[in-house]
C-alpha cells in the first residue's frame, strides 16, 4: 500500500481523535513557552499508542506534525492580521518525483501573476509551464488573488511536468494544444449547420441518439465545452492527468455558462464532474476533497435529472441501465474514498461496499469478448453489449446491432428534417419536393437556387426552370439582404457549367476553362456561350462596366468572396480534422472501462477502513 496513504490515514484518525476529546495540541499544557514538547504530550502519545494499537514512535511523530502545523497556521494568521500578507500552501506535483509542499506569502490585492511567477520561480520552471488550481479553478494572471477566491491560508496544487527534453516539448504544448481544441471547437459552433451530415461530432445527442437542438446564442460555450472534455477524457485515457484536469476544468467553465435546461438532457456535465474529481483521486490531491464532495454531489442529483430516480427513464429509453452503472460504480467508489478522507468512516464502507457490489456486476468474461471481437466489435463495445445482455454473447450481438440501428435511424430522420428545412416550404404551404430539387441539380443548377426555384413556383419543375433562366431576380429568398437580392439575376457562380456542353465547347476548340466562364455567364444555354467565345476570339471578354456586375471589376469582387469562402470552408475542415484526431472515440465510450484502476483503488481503501 502506499505509504503516504498510511500516513494520511493515520493523521485522520489523530485528529479525530483530538476532536473528539477537544485536545488543543497548540497551547498548554500540551507545549511549553520554547515549543518544547511536555509530559502531557508524551501522556496523550501514551494513550493513542495504546488504543490504536501502534508503536509509539509512530504516534509521537504523528501527534508532533499535527501539533507543529497547528502552531504554523497560528502564527500564520498573527502576521496576516498584523503585516497583510497572507501565507498560502502549494503542493507540487512534478512528475517523477514526491510531491512537494512549498509556503508563499503574498498580499490578497496581489495580481495572479505574481504567486504564479513565485511558484515557477521556487520549482526552477517558466510560468507558461504551471498552472496552479484553487478549489476546482485555474488561477488566472489577472485579476487579483482576492478577486478570484483565494484567502489566507489557502491551499494550492501546482501542476508541473518533469524536465527530460521529450515532457518538456510534451508540457510546452499543453497549453497550446488547450487553446487549439478550444480555437477549433469556436470556429465549428459558429458554421455547425454548414458542416455536413455524417459530421457526428458538432452533434449533441441524448441517450437514444436523438438530436438536441442547440440555442444559438448558448452554442459556442456548449460545443466549446464539450470539445474540452472529450479533449480531457482522451488524456486521462492515456493517464496524462496533469493536462486531463486542465482540459476538464476549463470544459466545467465554459458549461457553467449554459443554462441548466439545456445540460439536464444529456449526461455529460455530470460526467464531467465524475471526471474532475477522478484526475483529483490520480493525483493523489487530498486537498481537493471538499471540491471533489461538492462536483460528486451535483453528479448525483444530475444523473438522477437525466435517468430517473432508480434509472426509470433510462430503462424506458434504452431498455436497461447496465452500462450507466458504470457511472455509477464510479460515483460510489469516488464518494467512499471522499468521505474516508473527510473522516466519515461509516458513511465510506457503506459507500464503498455499493461501489463493490457494482463492479462485481459489472465484470465480463474475457472469451465472450474475444468471441464479439471476432464477429467485427471492438472490445469496448463488446463490454458495452456484454453488461447489457448479462453476460450473454448472442444477446450482447443483437443487442449492440439493434442499438447500432436505432442510432443510424436516429441519425437519418435528422438529416431528412435538416434537409427539409434547409430547403423550405413553398408559397402555398407545401414542403419543397427534395426529388424535384435533386433533378434541377442534376441539370447543373446550384442546391440553394433550385431549392428557391420550386419554392416560388410550388413545386412546379418547368416553372422554376422558366424562373431560374427569364427571371432570376424574383428568386431572393426572403430571408436575404437586399444586397443578395440585386445581384442573384447576375451571380455567375450560382450556375454549375454542364460537364457534357463544356466537353462540346472543348471538341469545337475552345479552352476548358474559358468555356466553363461562357456557360456560367450565359446560364448553360450553349448558343449564348458560342456568341461569348466568338465575340472574344475564343476568350471571354469582360467590359469594365462597374455597374455591371458581370464586368471585370464584378467578378474579382465574386471571385475575392469566392476565395474567402473556400478558405474558411477549409479552415472548417482542418479544425474538425484535428478535433477528431484528438477526441474521436466509440460512441458511449465513456461508459467502458477495464475496472483495473477501480479494483486497485477499492482494495486500497477496504483495507484501510
Known sequence: ?????????????????????????????????????????????????????????????????????????????????????????????????????????????????????????????????????????????????????????????ALVMAETPEEVKKEDTMYMEMKTVRDDATLLSEYVDELADDDEYMKLEDQSGKAVELPAAERRALMVGLALHERGRAAAKQHDYPLALVLLLEADRQLSECRSSILKTVDNWAVLQLDVSWCYLCLRSLTHAHDAHSRLAAAEAAFKETYGEEQQRLIALKGNAANERVLLMRLYLLQGIVAYHQNRRNEAKALLSKAETELNALRVDEDSVLTLMELGWSRAAARTGLRAAAGNTETAHHYLADRKAQRDRARELHRQDRSRRAIGICMDGSVVNQQLVDALVGMGYTRRLAATALRNSNNHVAEAVRLIQEQPELLADSDQSSDEASTISSDESLIIPDNKLVAELEAMGYDPEEARTALRLSRNHISGAVDRLVAGGGTVQLNDDPDDPSTSAGVASKKSKKHKKDKRRKERELALRRLNAAIRTEEDDYLDTSLAEEEEFLAQYKSLL
Open 1 to 157: 500500500m502506499d505509504n503516504n496513504l498510511q500516513h494520511e490515514d493515520l493523521l485522520i484518525k489523530l485528529r479525530a481523535k483530538l476532536n473528539e476529546e477537544k485536545v488543543k495540541l497548540w497551547e498548554a499544557p500540551y507545549i511549553s513557552a520554547d515549543n518544547e514538547i511536555t509530559q502531557d504530550f508524551k501522556d496523550i502519545v501514551a494513550k493513542y499508542t495504546k488504543d490504536l494499537s501502534l508503536d509509539n514512535e509512530v504516534i509521537l511523530q504523528a501527534l508532533r506534525e499535527l501539533q507543529l502545523h497547528s502552531l504554523e497556521r497560528s502564527k500564520d494568521n498573527v502576521e496576516f492580521k498584523q503585516t497583510g500578507f497572507a501565507t498560502f500552501r502549494v503542493k507540487a506535483t512534478i512528475t517523477g518525483e514526491k510531491p512537494r509542499m512549498l509556503k508563499l506569502q503574498k498580499k490578497l490585492e496581489a495580481m495572479g501573476e505574481e504567486l504564479i511567477n513565485a511558484v515557477a520561480g521556487e520549482i526552477g520552471v517558466s510560468e507558461n509551464r504551471l498552472k496552479l488550481i484553487f478549489n476546482g479553478k485555474v488561477i488566472k494572471p489577472m485579476p487579483s488573488l482576492e478577486e478570484q477566491g483565494l484567502k489566507n491560508g489557502a491551499t494550492l496544487m
